[in-house]
């Protein structure tokens, strides 16, 4: 039984920590430090990186889904708020004020860059070839969703 269960602990060293601290930690970490900049991953950056590194079964099987970078998110976050802001009826900018609608536009645009899935985003790119992109799938429950969310923004405040 204890030569089992001595087994047992070393093939979860092998297995799991060898992994985890050998390629994870310093992937994460130079991950965060990209992402974040090199001040906020010294602060508090190497904590979050190595407790992401020490889940990576997690990271690598269940969330290793294609999400969106961070320099595509804000294009979209720029794209769709100035076009949330142009396209505002003037009867609502009159009604609720033009701060309200900034918050509306900022919520909604939140809401729907951090929704988006690769897929999505892929769709939206412009095609070179027809100077157009394609709706995205299921697109439009996307928007209904966000203007559910941030419908209250008009009103609050």
């Known amino acids: 039984m204890k030569n089992l269960l001595k087994k047992l602990l070393i093939g979860i060293l ?51 889904k294609e999400d ?33 609608v900034k918050r509306f536009c900022s919520c909604y645009t939140d809401e729907i860059a951090n929704s988006l899935t690769k897929e999505q985003f892929d769709a939206m790119i412009i095609d070179p070839n027809t100077g157009r992109s394609r709706v995205p799938p299921n697109y439009s429950s996307l928007v209904d969703k966000a203007n559910r969310v941030c419908a209250g923004e008009l009103n609050n405040r």
């Open 68 to 100: 969106i970078s961070q320099s595509q998110r804000d294009t979209i976050l720029k794209g769709i708020f100035y076009m949330c802001m142009e396209g505002a009826p003037a009867q609502i900018t009159e009604r609720f004020g033009p701060m309200a």
């Open 14 to 64: 092998v297995f799991y920590f060898i992994p985890a601290f050998m390629f994870f930690t310093p992937y994460y970490n130079w991950q965060y430090a990209k992402t974040h900049g090199f001040i906020k991953w010294f602060l508090f950056g190497e904590v979050v990186a190595t407790a992401k590194a020490m889940a990576w079964p997690y990271f690598v099987f269940v969330k290793s």
